[in-house]
């Protein structure tokens, strides 16, 4: 049928970074949304330029079975809502809550994100786009939830979340510019954090198995050979620290199979939260502004921002992690470890604060330290997602014969 598109997503829908790879193409933003009355100040461009900026610029008006927003709410998605509104109406991931998948967050921003690579794929396919076009896209997605709320229940309404019905999603790309794109999903998957990175760790969604620098520390650390590869990994029994904004994941995997796996509810958001209290007599700057103006390359007050969170914030967190590290490892003593795994965003800025009081939990317990260097750490989940579909999405999605 002419305008139906299909898309393949791997969806990593985190509580500071929204990370996806669509048909391939990753798509990073920051995982937030605002709600507006009245159109944005326009822009003058051109329709090109318009659609080639759309993941900056998500504008959408939104009637969905699966959220609690009235029918045709126009919100505002990623960069968009941190450009567009005042901070106090950005809404992020509610950390206190922690129930992702009963939030209203994740359905919007990956129905935004869709409904615009779709239009993207129309424009670029077509070249042409009309006002109030119809285009219908199909999704096939897999994604995951935080170990502490992930259960065979729980991973049933999420999932069921995104298949009720039809999505309707309206991209407002200009004033006089509307296209409405109908989204349905067929396959959607759903795991636990720290399982999809095991294809990182193990594989290189080339049917090899993964080497190269993601392992060169823990060579030299522990003296391994030095063309060790993911195959190492592949009957250890792993302990993943996945240390993300919201939550920090404490799991148990053999080989691709989860053994056990716990949440802290609680991650780098705690530390950028201090530092927003720090600044608040400066600054409005929200934990998503912080996380931001971490991550640029030349902001004004990025340095200042590091200094205060390598302070207090940052060693305070490195202390209440490792000692629910050693107090997960203490229950855990009729499961042997063969080999800690860090990893997540909060990682890398913990490093200096957390290596060596995570290393001498190892050298106590007898369990070998990989840390994953910053280049891979970040994106873990979404890349095991996405090497997870290159394997297995074409017999999941096949016909029943």
Same mark, same amino acid.
């Given at each position: 049928?002419?305008?139906?598109?299909?898309?393949?997503?791997?969806?990593?829908?985190? +509580?500071?970074?929204?990370?996806?790879?669509?048909?391939?193409?990753?798509?990073? *933003? @920051?995982?937030?949304?605002?709600?507006?009355?009245?159109?944005?100040?326009?822009?003058?461009?051109?329709?090109?330029?318009?659609?080639?900026?759309? *993941?900056?610029?998500?504008?959408? $008006?939104?009637? &969905?079975?699966?959220?609690?927003?009235?029918?045709?709410?126009?919100?505002?998605?990623?960069?968009?809502?941190?450009?567009?509104?005042?901070?106090?109406?950005?809404?992020?991931?509610?950390?206190?809550?922690?129930?992702?998948?009963?939030?209203?967050?994740?359905?919007?921003?990956?129905?935004?994100?869709?409904?615009?690579?779709?239009?993207?794929?129309?424009?670029?396919?077509?070249?042409?786009?009309?006002?109030?076009?119809?285009?219908?896209?199909?999704? +096939?997605?897999?994604?995951?939830? @935080?170990?502490?709320?992930?259960?065979?229940?729980?991973?049933? %309404?999420?999932?069921?979340?995104?298949?009720?019905?039809?999505?309707?999603?309206?991209?407002?790309?200009?004033?006089?510019?509307?296209?409405?794109? !109908?989204?349905?999903?067929?396959?959607?998957?759903?795991?636990?954090?720290?399982? @999809?990175?095991?294809?990182?760790?193990?594989?290189?969604?080339?049917?090899?198995?993964?080497?190269?620098?993601?392992?060169?520390?823990?060579?030299?650390?522990? /003296?391994?050979?030095?063309?060790?590869?993911?195959?190492?990994?592949? /009957?250890?029994?792993?302990?993943? %620290?996945?240390?993300?904004?919201?939550? $920090?994941?404490?799991?148990?995997?053999?080989?691709? =199979?989860?053994? *056990?796996?716990?949440?802290?509810?609680?991650?780098?958001?705690?530390?950028?939260?201090?530092?927003?209290?720090?600044?608040?007599?400066?600054?409005?700057?929200?934990?998503?502004? %912080?996380?931001?103006?971490?991550?640029?390359?030349?902001?004004?007050?990025?340095?200042?921002?590091?200094?205060?969170?390598?302070?207090?914030?940052?060693?305070?967190?490195?202390?209440?992690?490792?000692?629910?590290?050693?107090?997960?490892?203490?229950?855990?003593?009729?499961? =042997?470890?063969?080999?800690?795994?860090?990893?997540?965003?909060?990682?890398?800025?913990?490093?200096?604060?957390?290596? &060596?009081?995570?290393?001498?939990?190892?050298? !106590?317990?007898?369990?070998?330290?990989?840390?994953?260097?910053?280049?891979?750490?970040?994106?873990?989940?979404?890349?095991?997602?996405?090497?997870?579909?290159?394997?297995?999405?074409?017999?999941?999605?096949? @016909?029943?014969?």
């Amino acid at each position: 049928m002419e305008n139906t598109y299909d898309l393949i997503v791997s969806n990593d829908n985190g +509580n500071s970074e929204h990370k996806l790879v669509i048909n391939g193409i990753p798509v990073k *933003h @920051p995982n937030v949304f605002a709600r507006i009355s009245k159109p944005r100040s326009e822009k003058k461009t051109t329709l090109i330029e318009a659609i080639n900026e759309l *993941h900056n610029n998500i504008d959408i $008006t939104i009637s &969905s079975p699966a959220i609690k927003l009235a029918d045709n709410t126009r919100v505002l998605v990623g960069h968009a809502a941190m450009a567009g509104v005042a901070a106090s109406k950005v809404k992020n991931m509610n950390l206190e809550k922690g129930k992702k998948h009963e939030q209203d967050l994740p359905i919007i921003n990956t129905l935004g994100i869709v409904a615009v690579k779709t239009v993207q794929e129309h424009f670029s396919e077509k070249k042409t786009i009309e006002n109030n076009d119809v285009l219908e896209v199909t999704v +096939n997605m897999s994604t995951c939830l @935080p170990a502490s709320v992930y259960n065979e229940v729980n991973a049933k %309404i999420f999932k069921e979340r995104f298949q009720k019905g039809t999505h309707m999603v309206t991209v407002n790309i200009k004033s006089d510019l509307r296209v409405v794109v !109908k989204v349905t999903f067929g396959y959607v998957g759903v795991s636990a954090e720290g399982t @999809p990175p095991l294809f990182e760790i193990i594989e290189d969604g080339e049917g090899n198995y993964r080497s190269g620098d993601m392992f060169d520390e823990f060579i030299k650390q522990y /003296d391994m050979k030095p063309d060790l590869d993911g195959q190492y990994f592949q /009957d250890k029994n792993l302990m993943h %620290i996945d240390i993300g904004d919201g939550t $920090t994941e404490l799991i148990i995997t053999n080989g691709y =199979e989860l053994k *056990h796996s716990e949440g802290l509810e609680y991650g780098l958001g705690v530390a950028l939260e201090s530092v927003v209290s720090i600044w608040k007599e400066k600054k409005s700057y929200t934990r998503q502004d %912080i996380s931001e103006i971490i991550k640029s390359k030349s902001h004004a007050f990025k340095e200042d921002i590091l200094t205060d969170l390598n302070g207090e914030p940052l060693e305070n967190l490195s202390f209440d992690i490792a000692e629910d590290v050693q107090s997960f490892v203490n229950n855990m003593r009729s499961k =042997e470890i063969h080999i800690a795994v860090v990893y997540g965003g909060g990682s890398i800025l913990l490093k200096d604060h957390l290596y &060596s009081k995570l290393m001498a939990i190892a050298k !106590k317990e007898r369990f070998k330290l990989l840390w994953i260097p910053p280049q891979y750490a970040v994106d873990m989940n979404v890349n095991g997602l996405n090497t997870f579909n290159d394997i297995y999405m074409d017999e999941l999605t096949a @016909p029943v014969s």
